[in-house]
C-alpha cells in the first residue's frame, strides 16, 4: 500500500521555523518526484514545493526563500524546512508523489497542522 505521512507541524510564533517530514512506503521512493502542499483554513490546497529525483527543486513564489525542500533517498523521507514562519502559513501540510506539473499522483493522507501565531 502507498502510504506518505507527514509529520512535525505544531504551534509556533511569527518569525519561527519548523521542519517537517514526509515518510513513504509502498513504492520506489527513488523513482518519483516528491511535492509539498498546504491548505489554509477556507481555502484549496495548494502546491508549495516539489523536489526532482535528481534532487532539482522548485517552489511556489509566495514562498520562495522561506521553504526549503530535501530528500534523503536512504532513508524514503522527505523534509520541508520553513523558516521565517508566518500566520498566512497556517494550513494543514500535506505531501504526495507528483508529475512534471506538480500534480499529485496519489491520493491525500493525513496532512500535519502547521499554526503560527502573531
Known amino acids: 500500500e502507498v502510504q506518505l505521512q507527514a509529520s512535525g507541524g505544531g504551534l509556533v510564533q511569527a518569525g519561527g521555523s519548523l521542519r517537517l517530514s514526509c515518510a513513504a512506503s509502498g513504492f520506489t521512493f527513488d523513482d518519483y518526484a516528491i511535492g509539498w502542499f498546504r491548505q489554509a483554513p477556507g481555502k484549496q490546497r495548494e502546491w508549495v514545493a516539489s523536489i526532482r529525483v535528481g534532487g532539482s527543486s522548485n517552489y511556489a513564489d509566495s514562498v520562495k526563500g522561506r521553504f526549503t525542500i530535501f530528500r534523503d533517498n536512504s532513508k524514503n523521507t522527505a523534509y520541508l524546512r520553513i523558516d521565517s514562519l508566518k500566520p498566512e502559513d497556517t494550513a494543514v501540510y500535506y505531501c504526495?508523489?507528483?508529475?512534471?506539473?506538480?500534480?499529485?499522483?496519489?491520493?491525500w493522507g493525513q496532512g500535519t497542522l502547521v499554526t503560527v501565531s502573531s
Open positions: 504526495q508523489a507528483v508529475d512534471l506539473s506538480n500534480r499529485p499522483l496519489g491520493s
